[in-house]
Protein backbone atom coordinates (compact mmCIF):
# COMPACT_ATOMS: atom_id res chain seq x y z
CA UNK A 1 0.00 0.00 0.00
CA UNK A 2 1.08 3.94 -0.89
CA UNK A 3 2.88 5.29 2.52
CA UNK A 4 1.47 8.57 3.49
CA UNK A 5 3.02 11.82 5.67
CA UNK A 6 -0.12 12.00 7.61
CA UNK A 7 -3.43 11.04 7.46
CA UNK A 8 -6.77 13.36 8.71
CA UNK A 9 -9.91 11.72 8.91
CA UNK A 10 -13.60 13.69 9.69
CA UNK A 11 -16.14 15.83 7.88
CA UNK A 12 -14.82 18.52 5.64
CA UNK A 13 -16.45 21.48 3.98
CA UNK A 14 -14.94 22.17 0.07
CA UNK A 15 -16.55 24.48 -2.46
CA UNK A 16 -17.57 22.49 -5.11
CA UNK A 17 -18.48 25.31 -7.69
CA UNK A 18 -19.54 28.82 -6.48
CA UNK A 19 -23.04 28.17 -5.52
CA UNK A 20 -22.61 24.32 -3.94
CA UNK A 21 -20.92 23.20 -0.78
CA UNK A 22 -19.63 20.03 -0.90
CA UNK A 23 -19.73 18.23 2.26
CA UNK A 24 -17.47 15.06 2.98
CA UNK A 25 -18.47 13.01 5.46
CA UNK A 26 -15.95 11.07 7.61
CA UNK A 27 -13.64 11.27 4.71
CA UNK A 28 -9.99 10.38 4.96
CA UNK A 29 -8.00 12.84 3.38
CA UNK A 30 -4.07 11.21 2.56
CA UNK A 31 -1.46 13.80 3.03
CA UNK A 32 2.26 13.78 1.27
CA UNK A 33 5.58 14.81 2.11
CA UNK A 34 5.03 17.66 0.78
CA UNK A 35 1.73 18.59 2.56
CA UNK A 36 -0.30 18.30 -0.80
CA UNK A 37 -3.30 16.17 -0.39
CA UNK A 38 -2.56 12.76 -2.24
CA UNK A 39 -5.88 10.97 -1.97
CA UNK A 40 -9.24 12.01 -0.97
CA UNK A 41 -11.26 8.63 0.08
CA UNK A 42 -14.67 8.14 1.42
CA UNK A 43 -16.16 5.28 3.54
CA UNK A 44 -17.61 3.14 0.84
CA UNK A 45 -13.95 3.47 -0.94
CA UNK A 46 -11.98 -0.33 -1.14
CA UNK A 47 -9.35 1.35 0.56
CA UNK A 48 -11.16 3.01 3.17
CA UNK A 49 -10.87 0.28 6.48
CA UNK A 50 -7.30 -0.93 5.34
CA UNK A 51 -5.93 2.51 5.60
CA UNK A 52 -7.66 3.26 8.77
CA UNK A 53 -6.39 -0.08 10.22
CA UNK A 54 -3.10 0.61 9.15
CA UNK A 55 -2.59 4.01 10.20
CA UNK A 56 -5.24 5.09 13.25
CA UNK A 57 -2.96 4.08 16.19
CA UNK A 58 0.28 5.95 14.79
CA UNK A 59 0.95 9.83 15.63
CA UNK A 60 0.57 10.39 12.24
CA UNK A 61 -3.29 9.84 12.08
CA UNK A 62 -4.94 12.64 13.27
CA UNK A 63 -9.30 12.34 13.54
CA UNK A 64 -11.63 14.59 14.67
CA UNK A 65 -13.30 15.09 17.63
CA UNK A 66 -16.83 15.02 18.28
CA UNK A 67 -18.46 18.28 16.79
CA UNK A 68 -15.35 19.29 15.09
CA UNK A 69 -15.45 19.34 11.26
CA UNK A 70 -11.94 20.51 8.66
CA UNK A 71 -12.84 23.68 6.32
CA UNK A 72 -10.43 25.23 3.96
CA UNK A 73 -8.01 27.38 5.41
CA UNK A 74 -8.94 31.55 4.15
CA UNK A 75 -6.86 33.14 1.66
CA UNK A 76 -6.85 36.95 2.23
CA UNK A 77 -6.39 38.69 -0.91
CA UNK A 78 -5.92 42.25 0.35
CA UNK A 79 -4.32 42.93 3.90
CA UNK A 80 -2.43 46.38 4.62
CA UNK A 81 0.14 44.49 6.66
CA UNK A 82 1.35 47.56 8.47
CA UNK A 83 -2.02 49.34 8.92
CA UNK A 84 -2.80 46.46 11.72
CA UNK A 85 -1.16 49.35 13.90
CA UNK A 86 -4.24 51.48 13.32
CA UNK A 87 -7.17 48.76 12.69
CA UNK A 88 -10.38 50.46 13.81
CA UNK A 89 -9.49 54.08 13.91
CA UNK A 90 -10.62 56.86 11.87
CA UNK A 91 -13.36 55.39 9.41
CA UNK A 92 -15.41 58.16 9.31
CA UNK A 93 -13.31 60.21 7.47
CA UNK A 94 -13.12 59.93 3.05
CA UNK A 95 -10.05 57.96 1.56
CA UNK A 96 -8.51 60.46 0.49
CA UNK A 97 -7.86 62.23 3.95
CA UNK A 98 -7.55 58.81 5.80
CA UNK A 99 -4.37 58.54 3.65
CA UNK A 100 -3.19 61.66 4.04
CA UNK A 101 -3.86 62.20 8.01
CA UNK A 102 -3.61 59.04 9.49
CA UNK A 103 -2.27 56.49 7.15
CA UNK A 104 0.84 57.94 5.10
CA UNK A 105 2.15 58.53 8.48
CA UNK A 106 1.69 55.21 10.18
CA UNK A 107 3.36 53.41 7.12
CA UNK A 108 6.16 56.19 7.12
CA UNK A 109 7.20 54.32 11.05
CA UNK A 110 8.60 51.43 9.47
CA UNK A 111 12.02 52.22 8.53
CA UNK A 112 12.37 51.23 11.85
CA UNK A 113 13.09 47.36 11.65
CA UNK A 114 12.41 46.99 14.93
CA UNK A 115 9.11 48.87 14.94
CA UNK A 116 8.26 46.70 11.24
CA UNK A 117 9.01 43.42 13.66
CA UNK A 118 6.90 43.97 16.18
CA UNK A 119 3.86 44.39 14.21
CA UNK A 120 4.83 42.27 11.30
CA UNK A 121 4.89 39.30 13.98
CA UNK A 122 1.71 40.37 15.62
CA UNK A 123 -0.46 40.75 12.01
CA UNK A 124 0.69 37.64 10.76
CA UNK A 125 -0.12 35.60 14.24
CA UNK A 126 -3.79 36.93 14.59
CA UNK A 127 -4.44 36.36 10.69
CA UNK A 128 -2.94 32.41 10.93
CA UNK A 129 -5.35 32.44 14.27
CA UNK A 130 -8.23 33.45 12.32
CA UNK A 131 -8.01 31.08 10.04
CA UNK A 132 -6.14 32.87 7.32
CA UNK A 133 -3.68 30.26 5.73
CA UNK A 134 -2.59 32.52 2.80
CA UNK A 135 -2.46 36.21 2.70
CA UNK A 136 -1.66 38.70 -0.06
CA UNK A 137 0.69 41.60 1.30
CA UNK A 138 0.93 45.09 1.00
CA UNK A 139 3.88 46.07 3.01
CA UNK A 140 5.49 49.91 2.29
CA UNK A 141 7.49 51.28 0.29
CA UNK A 142 10.99 49.93 2.05
CA UNK A 143 12.42 47.43 0.96
CA UNK A 144 14.15 46.10 3.98
CA UNK A 145 11.05 45.96 6.24
CA UNK A 146 8.73 44.40 2.94
CA UNK A 147 11.67 41.77 3.12
CA UNK A 148 11.05 41.21 7.20
CA UNK A 149 7.43 40.63 6.68
CA UNK A 150 8.20 37.84 4.10
CA UNK A 151 10.78 36.41 6.70
CA UNK A 152 8.00 36.49 9.69
CA UNK A 153 5.68 34.58 6.84
CA UNK A 154 8.69 32.36 6.08
CA UNK A 155 9.42 31.56 9.81
CA UNK A 156 5.26 31.27 11.03
CA UNK A 157 4.32 28.94 7.86
CA UNK A 158 1.90 31.26 6.20
CA UNK A 159 1.77 31.36 2.42
CA UNK A 160 2.84 34.90 2.12
CA UNK A 161 2.20 36.97 -1.08
CA UNK A 162 4.21 40.80 -0.42
CA UNK A 163 4.56 43.87 -2.48
CA UNK A 164 7.02 46.16 -1.91
CA UNK A 165 4.44 49.47 -2.28
CA UNK A 166 5.82 51.86 -5.00
CA UNK A 167 4.81 55.47 -4.54
CA UNK A 168 7.08 57.56 -6.54
CA UNK A 169 4.87 60.48 -7.72
CA UNK A 170 5.90 63.68 -6.13
CA UNK A 171 2.39 64.86 -6.68
CA UNK A 172 0.50 62.46 -4.97
CA UNK A 173 2.90 61.26 -1.97
CA UNK A 174 3.99 63.06 0.82
CA UNK A 175 7.47 64.52 1.32
CA UNK A 176 7.93 62.05 4.49
CA UNK A 177 6.41 58.51 2.49
CA UNK A 178 7.91 58.11 -0.62
CA UNK A 179 10.30 56.43 -3.00
CA UNK A 180 13.54 58.23 -3.11
CA UNK A 181 12.47 59.12 -7.13
CA UNK A 182 11.28 56.40 -9.81
CA UNK A 183 14.79 54.62 -10.44
CA UNK A 184 15.19 53.89 -7.10
CA UNK A 185 11.67 52.07 -6.62
CA UNK A 186 12.48 49.97 -9.62
CA UNK A 187 15.74 49.20 -7.96
CA UNK A 188 14.57 48.53 -5.03
CA UNK A 189 11.61 46.37 -6.13
CA UNK A 190 13.77 44.32 -8.62
CA UNK A 191 16.00 43.30 -5.41
CA UNK A 192 13.36 43.35 -3.37
CA UNK A 193 12.02 40.40 -6.08
CA UNK A 194 14.87 38.59 -5.82
CA UNK A 195 15.39 38.50 -1.98
CA UNK A 196 12.38 37.01 -2.06
CA UNK A 197 12.57 34.24 -4.48
CA UNK A 198 16.02 33.37 -2.77
CA UNK A 199 13.56 33.07 0.63
CA UNK A 200 10.98 30.84 -1.14
CA UNK A 201 14.11 28.37 -2.25
CA UNK A 202 14.05 27.33 2.18
CA UNK A 203 9.90 27.77 2.60
CA UNK A 204 7.79 24.83 2.48
CA UNK A 205 4.59 26.86 2.13
CA UNK A 206 5.83 29.55 -0.24
CA UNK A 207 6.58 32.79 -0.12
CA UNK A 208 5.84 35.17 -3.29
CA UNK A 209 7.14 38.42 -4.26
CA UNK A 210 4.50 40.78 -5.36
CA UNK A 211 4.82 43.55 -7.69
CA UNK A 212 2.78 46.70 -6.21
CA UNK A 213 2.21 49.96 -7.42
CA UNK A 214 0.24 51.25 -4.73
CA UNK A 215 -2.76 53.28 -7.12
CA UNK A 216 -2.40 55.12 -10.29
CA UNK A 217 -2.32 58.35 -8.37
CA UNK A 218 1.05 57.24 -6.21
CA UNK A 219 2.94 56.75 -9.43
CA UNK A 220 4.37 58.19 -12.40
CA UNK A 221 3.80 56.81 -15.78
CA UNK A 222 7.93 55.49 -15.61
CA UNK A 223 7.11 53.70 -12.52
CA UNK A 224 3.95 52.14 -13.59
CA UNK A 225 5.51 51.17 -16.96
CA UNK A 226 9.21 49.68 -15.55
CA UNK A 227 6.82 47.77 -12.83
CA UNK A 228 4.76 46.30 -15.76
CA UNK A 229 8.30 45.23 -17.28
CA UNK A 230 9.66 43.63 -14.07
CA UNK A 231 6.29 41.47 -13.67
CA UNK A 232 6.81 39.92 -16.95
CA UNK A 233 10.58 39.60 -16.98
CA UNK A 234 10.00 37.83 -13.44
CA UNK A 235 6.73 35.91 -13.72
CA UNK A 236 5.30 37.67 -10.41
CA UNK A 237 2.29 38.32 -8.99
CA UNK A 238 0.52 42.06 -9.84
CA UNK A 239 -1.32 43.95 -7.26
CA UNK A 240 -2.74 47.25 -6.74
CA UNK A 241 -6.08 49.15 -5.89
CA UNK A 242 -8.40 49.40 -8.55
CA UNK A 243 -11.23 52.00 -9.43
CA UNK A 244 -11.70 52.21 -5.39
CA UNK A 245 -13.04 55.51 -4.76
CA UNK A 246 -15.06 58.48 -6.51
CA UNK A 247 -12.03 60.58 -5.78
CA UNK A 248 -9.44 57.89 -6.97
CA UNK A 249 -11.74 57.17 -9.58
CA UNK A 250 -11.96 60.70 -11.38
CA UNK A 251 -8.26 61.23 -11.19
CA UNK A 252 -7.26 58.40 -13.32
CA UNK A 253 -10.24 59.85 -15.72
CA UNK A 254 -8.57 63.04 -15.36
CA UNK A 255 -4.74 61.73 -15.85
CA UNK A 256 -5.61 59.18 -19.15
CA UNK A 257 -9.09 59.68 -20.29
CA UNK A 258 -10.06 56.38 -19.33
CA UNK A 259 -10.72 53.58 -16.38
CA UNK A 260 -8.04 52.53 -14.05
CA UNK A 261 -8.52 49.17 -15.82
CA UNK A 262 -7.68 50.03 -19.30
CA UNK A 263 -4.78 52.46 -18.02
CA UNK A 264 -3.45 49.51 -15.85
CA UNK A 265 -3.60 47.56 -19.17
CA UNK A 266 -1.81 50.12 -21.10
CA UNK A 267 1.03 49.33 -18.72
CA UNK A 268 1.55 45.59 -18.59
CA UNK A 269 -0.44 45.53 -15.26
CA UNK A 270 -3.09 43.17 -15.84
CA UNK A 271 -2.44 39.75 -16.11
CA UNK A 272 -3.03 36.10 -14.94
CA UNK A 273 -1.29 36.48 -12.03
CA UNK A 274 -3.23 39.79 -11.08
CA UNK A 275 -5.03 41.09 -8.28
CA UNK A 276 -7.06 44.22 -7.77
CA UNK A 277 -8.63 45.54 -4.72
CA UNK A 278 -11.91 46.70 -4.47
CA UNK A 279 -13.06 47.78 -8.09
CA UNK A 280 -16.08 49.27 -7.16
CA UNK A 281 -16.49 51.05 -10.35
CA UNK A 282 -15.44 48.44 -12.85
CA UNK A 283 -18.27 48.51 -16.06
CA UNK A 284 -18.77 46.15 -18.13
CA UNK A 285 -15.80 46.76 -20.51
CA UNK A 286 -13.59 46.93 -17.62
CA UNK A 287 -14.83 43.62 -16.62
CA UNK A 288 -14.48 41.76 -19.71
CA UNK A 289 -10.74 43.28 -20.02
CA UNK A 290 -10.08 41.33 -16.49
CA UNK A 291 -11.67 38.34 -18.01
CA UNK A 292 -9.69 38.41 -20.91
CA UNK A 293 -6.58 38.92 -18.87
CA UNK A 294 -7.17 36.69 -15.89
CA UNK A 295 -7.17 39.56 -13.91
CA UNK A 296 -8.94 38.82 -10.69
CA UNK A 297 -11.00 41.29 -8.39
CA UNK A 298 -10.20 41.66 -4.39
CA UNK A 299 -13.72 42.20 -2.69
CA UNK A 300 -13.05 43.90 0.25
CA UNK A 301 -16.84 44.19 1.79
CA UNK A 302 -16.07 45.67 5.11
CA UNK A 303 -13.84 48.69 3.38
CA UNK A 304 -16.28 49.37 0.77
CA UNK A 305 -18.90 50.13 3.28
CA UNK A 306 -16.63 52.74 4.62
CA UNK A 307 -14.55 54.27 1.71
CA UNK A 308 -16.61 53.19 -1.92
CA UNK A 309 -19.82 55.07 -1.13
CA UNK A 310 -21.72 52.56 -3.06
CA UNK A 311 -22.13 48.75 -3.37
CA UNK A 312 -20.19 46.92 -5.61
CA UNK A 313 -21.91 44.62 -8.02
CA UNK A 314 -19.82 41.63 -7.30
CA UNK A 315 -23.03 39.10 -8.39
CA UNK A 316 -22.97 40.56 -12.25
CA UNK A 317 -19.11 41.09 -12.22
CA UNK A 318 -19.14 37.42 -11.27
CA UNK A 319 -21.74 36.61 -13.83
CA UNK A 320 -19.40 38.20 -16.44
CA UNK A 321 -16.43 35.80 -15.23
CA UNK A 322 -14.49 37.97 -13.21
CA UNK A 323 -12.45 36.21 -11.16
CA UNK A 324 -12.95 37.16 -7.67
CA UNK A 325 -11.64 36.54 -4.13
CA UNK A 326 -12.09 38.37 -0.51
CA UNK A 327 -10.31 41.18 1.57
CA UNK A 328 -9.69 42.18 4.89
CA UNK A 329 -8.45 45.51 3.50
CA UNK A 330 -6.87 45.89 7.02
CA UNK A 331 -6.82 48.79 8.07
CA UNK A 332 -9.37 50.33 5.28
CA UNK A 333 -11.35 47.09 6.53
CA UNK A 334 -10.91 46.97 10.66
CA UNK A 335 -11.27 43.00 11.16
CA UNK A 336 -8.76 40.48 10.31
CA UNK A 337 -11.68 38.03 9.45
CA UNK A 338 -12.49 36.74 6.77
CA UNK A 339 -15.44 34.91 8.30
CA UNK A 340 -16.52 38.29 8.93
CA UNK A 341 -15.72 40.06 5.57
CA UNK A 342 -17.89 36.67 4.35
CA UNK A 343 -20.91 37.69 6.40
CA UNK A 344 -20.38 41.25 5.38
CA UNK A 345 -20.16 40.21 1.66
CA UNK A 346 -23.52 38.47 1.72
CA UNK A 347 -25.26 41.28 3.48
CA UNK A 348 -24.11 44.33 1.48
CA UNK A 349 -25.52 42.29 -1.38
CA UNK A 350 -28.40 41.87 -0.15
CA UNK A 351 -29.07 46.06 0.50
CA UNK A 352 -28.39 46.11 -3.31
CA UNK A 353 -31.29 43.77 -4.19
CA UNK A 354 -34.45 44.46 -5.63
CA UNK A 355 -36.71 41.32 -6.17
CA UNK A 356 -37.80 41.91 -9.26
CA UNK A 357 -39.12 38.51 -10.71
CA UNK A 358 -38.28 36.44 -6.89
CA UNK A 359 -39.59 35.86 -4.31
CA UNK A 360 -38.45 38.45 -2.78
CA UNK A 361 -39.75 42.08 -2.35
CA UNK A 362 -39.53 44.04 -5.84
CA UNK A 363 -39.46 47.35 -3.88
CA UNK A 364 -37.98 49.47 -7.55
CA UNK A 365 -35.02 50.65 -4.97
CA UNK A 366 -32.14 48.40 -6.03
CA UNK A 367 -30.56 46.10 -9.11
CA UNK A 368 -32.49 42.82 -9.67
CA UNK A 369 -29.92 39.60 -9.28
CA UNK A 370 -27.34 41.31 -7.08
CA UNK A 371 -27.34 39.32 -3.92
CA UNK A 372 -24.90 36.48 -3.11
CA UNK A 373 -25.27 33.56 -0.55
CA UNK A 374 -23.12 32.46 2.41
CA UNK A 375 -21.88 29.77 -0.17
CA UNK A 376 -20.99 31.66 -2.66
CA UNK A 377 -18.82 34.29 0.01
CA UNK A 378 -17.48 30.81 1.09
CA UNK A 379 -16.14 30.24 -1.91
CA UNK A 380 -14.68 33.68 -2.51
CA UNK A 381 -12.93 33.38 0.75
CA UNK A 382 -11.14 29.65 -0.48
CA UNK A 383 -11.31 28.40 -4.03
CA UNK A 384 -11.93 31.69 -5.71
CA UNK A 385 -9.07 33.10 -3.62
CA UNK A 386 -6.78 30.18 -4.65
CA UNK A 387 -8.19 30.63 -8.60
CA UNK A 388 -7.01 34.41 -8.51
CA UNK A 389 -3.81 33.26 -7.05
CA UNK A 390 -3.12 30.54 -10.07
CA UNK A 391 -1.85 28.29 -7.05
CA UNK A 392 -3.53 25.48 -6.13
CA UNK A 393 -4.91 26.02 -2.81
CA UNK A 394 -8.78 26.74 -1.35
CA UNK A 395 -10.42 23.29 -1.84
CA UNK A 396 -10.12 19.92 0.11
CA UNK A 397 -9.48 18.25 -3.08
CA UNK A 398 -6.77 16.24 -4.52
CA UNK A 399 -3.84 17.72 -5.97
CA UNK A 400 -4.48 20.75 -3.38
CA UNK A 401 -2.13 22.06 -0.11
CA UNK A 402 -3.55 20.60 3.32
CA UNK A 403 -3.88 24.21 4.08
CA UNK A 404 -7.18 23.88 6.64
CA UNK A 405 -8.75 25.51 10.03
CA UNK A 406 -10.42 22.72 12.11
CA UNK A 407 -13.88 24.53 13.42
CA UNK A 408 -15.13 23.32 17.19
CA UNK A 409 -18.53 23.86 18.06
CA UNK A 410 -18.68 22.35 20.99
CA UNK A 411 -17.10 25.12 23.12
CA UNK A 412 -18.76 26.20 26.06
CA UNK A 413 -17.71 29.88 25.33
CA UNK A 414 -18.61 30.29 22.11
CA UNK A 415 -20.96 27.89 21.19
CA UNK A 416 -22.55 27.28 17.60
CA UNK A 417 -25.70 25.83 18.48
CA UNK A 418 -26.63 22.85 16.87
CA UNK A 419 -28.58 20.66 19.63
CA UNK A 420 -29.31 17.88 16.85
CA UNK A 421 -27.19 14.83 16.63
CA UNK A 422 -28.48 14.41 13.37
CA UNK A 423 -28.94 18.25 12.14
CA UNK A 424 -28.78 18.24 8.18
CA UNK A 425 -24.55 19.32 7.81
CA UNK A 426 -25.18 21.83 5.36
CA UNK A 427 -26.86 23.76 8.62
CA UNK A 428 -24.01 23.06 10.14
CA UNK A 429 -21.93 24.44 7.79
CA UNK A 430 -24.14 28.15 7.38
CA UNK A 431 -24.22 28.07 11.58
CA UNK A 432 -20.24 28.11 11.50
CA UNK A 433 -20.40 30.50 8.64
CA UNK A 434 -22.00 33.34 10.35
CA UNK A 435 -21.47 32.41 14.01
CA UNK A 436 -17.85 31.46 14.16
CA UNK A 437 -15.25 33.05 15.94
CA UNK A 438 -11.63 32.79 16.87
CA UNK A 439 -12.16 30.62 20.25
CA UNK A 440 -14.05 28.15 17.26
CA UNK A 441 -10.54 27.62 14.82
CA UNK A 442 -8.88 25.30 17.27
CA UNK A 443 -5.68 24.77 14.94
CA UNK A 444 -4.83 25.92 11.68
CA UNK A 445 -2.78 23.54 8.94
CA UNK A 446 -0.27 25.41 6.23
CA UNK A 447 1.31 22.92 3.82
CA UNK A 448 0.65 19.83 6.18
CA UNK A 449 2.23 21.63 9.14
CA UNK A 450 0.23 22.83 12.08
CA UNK A 451 0.56 26.32 12.41
CA UNK A 452 -1.74 27.66 15.01
CA UNK A 453 -3.43 25.93 18.12
CA UNK A 454 -5.44 26.49 21.09
CA UNK A 455 -5.72 23.35 22.15
N1 LIG B 1 -5.75 53.36 -1.95
C1 LIG B 1 -4.45 53.66 -1.88
N2 LIG B 1 -3.91 53.24 -0.73
C2 LIG B 1 -4.89 52.65 -0.05
C3 LIG B 1 -4.93 52.01 1.22
O1 LIG B 1 -3.96 51.91 1.96
N3 LIG B 1 -6.14 51.50 1.58
C4 LIG B 1 -7.24 51.60 0.80
N4 LIG B 1 -8.37 51.07 1.22
N5 LIG B 1 -7.22 52.21 -0.39
C5 LIG B 1 -6.06 52.72 -0.80
FE1 LIG C 1 -6.29 48.61 0.37
Same mark, same amino acid.
Given at each position: ?? *?????????????????????????? +???????????????????????? $????? /?????????????????????????????????? =????????????? #???? /???? !?????????????????????????????????? !?????? &??? *?????????????????????????????????? $??????? /???? *???????????? #?????? &???????????????????????????????????????????????????????????? &????????????????????? &? %?????? +??????????????????? !??????????????????????????????????? %??????? #???????????????????????????????????????? =?????????????????????????????????????????? /??????
Amino acid at each position: MK *KYTQIFQGTAFSSKSPKEVQILKDYL +FCINANGMIEKVIAPEDTDYETLL $ETYQD /KESFHRLAEGQYFFPGFIDLHVHAPQWAQSGTAL =DIPLYDWLNTYTF #PLES /KFSD !LDFAKNVYQDVVSTLLANGTTTALYFATVHKEAS !LVLAEI &CSK *KGQRGLVGKVVMDNLEQTPEFYRDADTQAALIDT $EEFILAV /KELA *KSTKQGVYPVVT #PRFIPS &CTDDALKGLGALAAKYDTHIQSHCSESDWEHGYVQERFNKNDAFALHDFGLLSEKSVMAH &CNFLNDNDADLFVETGTAVSH &C %PVSNAY +FANSVIPIAHLHSKGVEIG !LGSDISGGFSPSLFDNARQAVISSRMLEDGVNTSL %PADGRGV #PNSRITINEAFYFATAGGGESLSLPIGRLAENYAWDIQII =DINLPSARIPVFNSDEDLNDVFQKIMYLVRPENIREVWVQGE /KVHSRA
